[in-house]
């Protein structure tokens, strides 16, 4: 099946720009989502279909994709950013949504 | 504004069938929409169960297909999750969620822990 990998942590000082990406076999042709989760919170979708940010998600955050990669990035970081991230992507082969592992953004 | 609800025990006997609901408020779970459900093993990340389409059509993951139901109930506009022969490792929060077309979920419901023991 399907497979996403990302880096179990990334680390950022407030104000910098954090990178958390999404590895998965030419993944750049297929449609990538990200949420965030705060502890004891449910997710919340910060981006969808690789770059489109939802309501009250703000532009600091975006999203690319291509290749093997996708990416979300976090431009001037804040102390409220900290949370854990997942991409996801709908496995048409398998039928199935797949999940990253996850990465753990902490802010220094 | 759209809000979901689980709803189930919170404790489960191993080789016992756990059962949730997920409520849907604000919204009909006759739209077009996939009715999911995700689950988050403690210290874990975040695994997708299955889904349901406002026609029943149902998709799951393969690695719990053999012991997954998900459904919906028109009339009580909720839909829910069956899971059998449970043992320690489902032990979760267990999400209901709304996926649109290209999955990605734009509605979650806060999460019921079930803690399967005996």
Known sequence: S?????????????????RITCDGAKIGIKAVHWSRQRPGQAPVLVVHDDKVRPSGIPERLSGSN?????????????????????????????????????????VL | QVQLQE?????????????????VSGASI???????????????????IGEVYQTGNTNYNPSLRSRV????????????LRLTSVTAADTAVYYCAR????????????????????
């Open chain 2, 99 to 118: 996926a649109q077309r290209a999955r990605y979920f734009d509605v979650w419901g806060k999460g019921t822990r079930v803690n399967v023991s005996s």
């Open chain 1, 66 to 106: 291509s290749g093997d990669t996708a990416t979300l990035t976090i431009a001037r970081v804040e102390a409220g950013d900290e949370a854990d991230y997942y991409c996801q992507v709908w496995d048409n082969t398998n039928d199935q949504v797949v999940f990253g592992g996850g990465t753990r953004l902490t």
């Open chain 2, 7 to 23: 709803s189930g025990p919170g404790l489960v006997r191993p080789s016992g069938t756990l059962y949730l609901a997920c409520g």
């Open chain 2, 30 to 48: 006759s739209d077009s929409y996939w009715w999911t459900w995700v689950r988050q093993t403690p210290g874990k990340g975040l695994e997708w």
């Open chain 2, 69 to 80: 139901t998900v459904s919906l109930d028109k009339s009580q506009n909720q839909f829910s």
């Open chain 1, 2 to 18: 399907y497979v996403l990998t990302q880096p179990p942590s990334v680390s950022v000082a407030p104000g910098q720009t954090a």
